[in-house]
T-cell receptor, first 110, second 114 residues
Framework: GENVEQHPSTLSVQEGDSAVIKCTYS??????FPWYKQELGKGPQLIID?????GEKKDQRIAVTLNKTAKHFSLHITETQPEDSAVYFCAASNNNDMRFGAGTRLTVKP | DSGVTQTPKHLITATGQRVTLRCSPRSGDLSVYWYQQSLDQGLQFLIQ???????AKGNILERFSAQQFPDLHSELNLSSLELGDSALYFC?????????????FGPGTRLLVL
């Protein structure tokens, strides 16, 4: 089955800097890659996703890139703000069999 | 607000007991998923239902069971509870099954077993 690895497990940046979180997956048949943000005491919220026929997708300060050959995808957050502080999860899905990375705790220091 | 609701928000019980967690999917969603999240851990997939039928099973213990009812709400039953079952339990829903269906998560039920 699918195995998703996520790095780093913790990330601390200064407000205004960029943050990058990377994930690798093992199943070459995976075709859907969502990213979730989980704030303390809440459920994960979808922030951006990318499908296997696209290499990059951007939504304001958030972007995701996908390298199918290398089987890795990354989340990029630019101009970070304190409210970006949360745990971020990547996931890889093959026809609804979705596996999650272990999560990255992002702290944005004002 | 994802549109997925879960009750109760918090649950405190004792070892050996049985509890039922409830989930209502987003309007129109046919598929429901259950996940367990232990302290500082990732999301462990437990089980998936689609339109009333079990579709996929993950790392779900034999002491745990679930079902999806005709109105599409789902219940997760946890029995013979142990201290290690203390965790956040999330329900997610998606429109259907197939390629790249986005899952929307509920707010979770925090279970504490004493």
């Amino acid at each position: 089955g699918e195995n998703v690895e996520q790095h780093p497990s913790t990330l601390s940046v200064q407000e205004g800097d960029s943050a990058v979180i990377k994930c690798t997956y093992s199943d070459s048949a995976s075709n859907y890659f969502p990213w979730y943000k989980q704030e303390l005491g809440k459920g994960p919220q979808l922030i951006i996703d990318i499908r296997s026929n696209v290499g990059e997708k951007k939504d304001q300060r958030i972007a995701v890139t996908l390298n199918k050959t290398a089987k890795h995808f990354s989340l990029h957050i630019t101009e970070t703000q304190p409210e970006d502080s949360a745990v971020y999860f990547c996931a890889a899905s093959n026809n609804n069999d979705m596996r999650f990375g272990a999560g990255t705790r992002l702290t944005v220091k004002p | 607000d994802s549109g997925v609701t879960q009750t109760p928000k918090h649950l405190i019980t004792a070892t050996g007991q049985r509890v039922t967690l409830r989930c209502s999917p987003r309007s129109g969603d046919l598929s429901v998923y259950w996940y367990q999240q232990s302290l500082d851990q990732g999301l462990q997939f437990l089980i998936q239902y689609y339109n009333g039928e079990e579709r996929a099973k993950g790392n779900i213990l034999e002491r745990f069971s679930a079902q999806q009812f005709p109105d599409l709400h789902s219940e997760l039953n946890l029995s013979s509870l142990e201290l290690g079952d203390s965790a956040l339990y999330f329900c997610a829903s998606s429109v259907a099954v197939g390629e790249g269906e986005t899952q929307y998560f509920g707010p979770g039920t925090r279970l504490l077993v004493l």
